[in-house]
């Protein structure tokens, strides 16, 4: 149900959503115009740009999420973000819960657990069968496995599941559940399409296309919240869709060539 919500929430979404603009506008400028400044051109393609980047991205992604749950004055709910515990893990750090409530805790994360499975199976499939089906005779790029696959992979599941997590913690406390959610989804979009890098990799031919993948693995993930708002299951499947996906597609069954990308 629909709740009272104060000016808080909507300052710290609001001030994320105004980051990311002019974030990624400034690097793109920069990237643009670094071949008529040459005084910028070793900085940006040297070492440290990328770190710099990398630091900022970390702050974005996870550092504003938690700043808002810690100090925010609840501009973030942290039972929103999906953060479900596994009562059965609680003797290991204090007193064990009782055994009804781990029961019906361990109940609750099993359906969790199929509904993530199959949600994560049919994305897989559907996301292969319409990678075949585009790029079928096409001398198409594929997606970088270590990329999507390793420990990069993981990353940027993690920080995207937190992401949007956090931009449907305010909507859900104002609107309820169900337009909160797809009210927050709504939100990452706009930030998307706003985004130059985003519209740039969904119009290159010559690289894969990871934020047209992201996008889909947006709506799984809002899909599977609405079923179990569990942001853990969030990530792994995440993860776990573009991993199958990337090993698929580079096993050459679906034919293309390696190419490479930059992350959304």
């Known amino acids: 149900m629909a709740e009272g919500i104060g000016p808080e929430p909507w300052l710290w979404l609001g001030g994320s959503l105004l980051l990311a603009l002019v974030a990624t506008w400034t690097t793109w400028w920069l990237e643009n115009v670094k071949d008529r400044l040459p005084p910028i051109t070793p900085f940006l393609e040297g070492p440290a740009f990328p770190i710099l980047t990398e630091i900022g991205r970390l702050l974005f992604y996870l550092g504003l999420p938690a700043a808002a749950l810690l100090w925010g004055q609840d501009a973030v709910i942290g039972r929103l973000m999906g953060f479900q515990p596994l009562l059965a893990l609680n003797g290991l750090v204090g007193d064990p819960a009782p055994a009804a409530e781990v029961a019906a805790n ?3 994360w099993m359906r969790d657990v ?8 049919a994305t897989w499939a559907v ?14 790029p594929r997606p970088d496995k270590e990329a999507l696959a390793g420990i990069v992979g ?12 956090f931009y449907r913690n305010a909507p859900i406390v104002a609107l309820g559940p169900y337009w909160g959610i797809w009210t927050g989804l709504g939100l990452a979009a706009l930030e998307a399409v706003l985004n130059p890098f985003w519209r740039a990799g969904i119009g290159d031919a010559d690289r894969p296309p990871l934020p047209l993948l ?14 179990t708002e569990n942001l853990w299951l969030a990530v792994l499947v995440h993860w776990g ?22 992350n959304a």
């Open 114 to 121: 199929g509904w993530a499975a199959g949600l994560g199976a």
């Open 106 to 108: 361990l109940a609750d």
């Open 214 to 227: 992201r996008a889909g693995t947006a709506f799984v993930s809002t899909t599977l919240f609405l079923k």
């Open 154 to 165: 993981l990353r940027e599941a993690a920080y995207h599941e937190v992401h949007w997590a």
């Open 127 to 140: 996301l292969t069968l319409g990678w075949w089906t585009a790029r079928r005779g096409a001398n198409s």
């Open 241 to 262: 869709v573009l991993w199958g996906l990337s090993v698929t597609v580079n096993s050459g069954l679906t034919g293309g060539r390696q190419g490479t990308h930059r």
